[in-house]
């Protein structure tokens, strides 16, 4: 059995409640509240169920957020969920998770809100989907030439000056996380005022149906498509080694953070059913903006487009803030490559972890794979997610010693509950995306051959 340690040597405890806190809001609300609602009514049919379908992901969400929180503190060290497979079930396990989100997970993550950056931006300037060159090989869409946009190369200096912002340390991430998310909410907030207090009447056909999925299959899609608009309440963790007084600062966080996010979601979907009718929502594929040109003409649809940008950019920086303490902890532990490990004298950042990161996200832009990338390793994630809940009620069994600042309400039937829905979620994507699941699948046993070496020269 391993002891804890704290695998942060040369990292600072420099982020406080506010920047805890902005790196949950900021890096859960992204480009989902302005996209997914769409495809939920697609496979709901009605706003009540829509409605269902958002406060189950909250619950969810919120449910796990409450597991973490115990963890976390009881565990404040960078990242996350490695660290609490680590400890729950052995070295493979927290590795298998470590290795997902360096390739696949969160650098598939951060290129798709950078490209989603490089689309609203396009509203504006549209020669940014123009087609710089097209590479002669059979490695793009359907095993045609790859073709490269202006707006990828825009998306990929975006993540790059992020990465070296954060670079810089701690201090300076944080800062431009709780500026951009601040800014970001407010937008929000504002979004929501027009569309429940503008003069008009609930419209006609607001409380009508169109066709639909249906059925546990809809909502379960629904609910997988609502799930990745609440994805990012996890982010946190990855940074806990980093927070100071993590037993005090770390459960409001997660706590709060996620109940905030939740309540703007139900409020900006009370706001889009007010304005339009269930079939002017599935038959847009920008819901926010199609809201704001009813009532304010194309200045709001601009204004909406302005809000997605500043929402993704605070995404895209939570996400490389949090996610560059995956590899690094990983390296810290030798199960990944050393130099992933360095800590940076001047600026206590995981310097090589957070380039490495922003540089294959950066790549993955570039391939255009991404997406499908990130569809493949969803049904993997939520495994690993649930094996992370779980790990509260194995922990409480195999390490009783452990202390504990903060233990989960309703123990154990709350981790219990999150554990059967992500066993359904992954049910039901195995059915419904059998070989997406299993390519998922195939990408972590590609990790193996790595982690068998990378443990051997740690034995050696």
């Known amino acids: 059995m391993s002891e804890l340690r704290e695998p942060s040597a040369g990292l600072r405890r420099e982020l406080g409640l506010w ?32 409605f269902a379908v958002w406060i189950t992901g909250g619950l969810l969400a919120l449910a796990g957020a409450l597991a973490y929180a115990e963890l976390s503190t009881a ?28 390739w696949v997970a969160k650098s598939g993550s951060v ?16 020669s940014l989907e123009g087609v710089l060159c097209a590479i002669p090989l059979p490695i793009g869409p359907e095993g045609g030439p790859l ?30 996380q709780i500026t951009v998310t601040i800014v970001k909410v407010t937008l929000i907030v504002g979004t929501i005022g027009v569309g429940l207090l503008a003069p008009l009447p609930p419209h006609a056909a607001a409380s009508g149906a169109v066709a639909a999925t249906g059925g546990w299959a809809g909502f379960f899609a629904a609910l997988v498509a609502a799930l990745w608009a609440y994805d990012g309440w996890n982010n946190l963790t990855m940074v806990s080694g980093e ?5 005090r600062n770390l459960p409001p966080s997660l706590i709060v953070g996620t109940v905030i996010v939740v309540v703007l979601y139900l409020a900006t979907n009370l706001a889009y059913f007010r304005v339009l009718s269930p079939g002017e929502v599935a038959g847009t594929n920008r819901v926010a903006a199609a809201m704001m040109a009813r009532i304010l003409g194309a200045p709001g649809a601009a204004a909406v487009s302005v809000a997605a940008m500043i929402s993704i950019f605070a995404a895209l920086n939570g996400s490389i803030l949090s996610g560059a303490r995956v590899p690094y902890a990983m390296a810290r532990d030798g199960l990944f490559f050393k130099a992933a490990g360095k800590v940076h004298p001047a600026y206590h950042s995981p310097s090589v972890s957070i380039l490495l990161m922003s540089g294959w996200s950066a790549f993955l832009v570039l391939s255009g794979r991404y997406e ?19 790990s509260v009620i194995v922990l409480r069994h195999k390490r009783p010693e452990m202390p504990r ?56």
């Open 75 to 102: 565990m404040p060290e960078a990242g996350g969920e490695y660290v609490y497979l680590r400890e729950a079930y052995g070295p493979f396990w927290g590795f298998v998770y470590g290795w997902t989100q360096m």
């Open 147 to 176: 073709e490269v946009r202006y707006g990828q190369l825009l998306a990929i200096v975006v993540i790059l000056s992020l990465g070296v912002v954060n670079y810089f340390g701690l201090k300076v991430g944080s800062g431009l």
């Open 372 to 390: 499908q990338l990130f569809t493949y390793v969803i049904f993997a994630n939520w495994i690993l997610y649930g094996m992370t809940a779980a």
């Open 405 to 460: 600042p903060y233990r989960t309400p309703g123990y154990p039937v709350l981790p219990a509950l999150f554990v059967l829905m992500a066993a359904g979620l992954v049910l039901s994507t195995l059915v419904k995306s059998p070989r997406e699941s299993l390519l998922g699948l195939a990408l972590i046993v590609a990790g193996i051959p790595f982690y068998l070496r990378w443990k051997h020269r740690k034995m050696a």
């Open 243 to 247: 927070v100071r007084d993590p037993q």
């Open 19 to 50: 920047g805890a806190s902005s790196i949950v809001v900021g890096t859960i609300i992204g480009s989902g509240i302005f996209l997914v609602p769409t495809a939920m009514i697609k496979q709901v049919g009605t706003p009540g169920m829509v």
């Open 111 to 126: 290129a798709t809100l950078a490209t989603a950056f490089f689309y609203y931006l396009a509203n504006f300037r549209p």
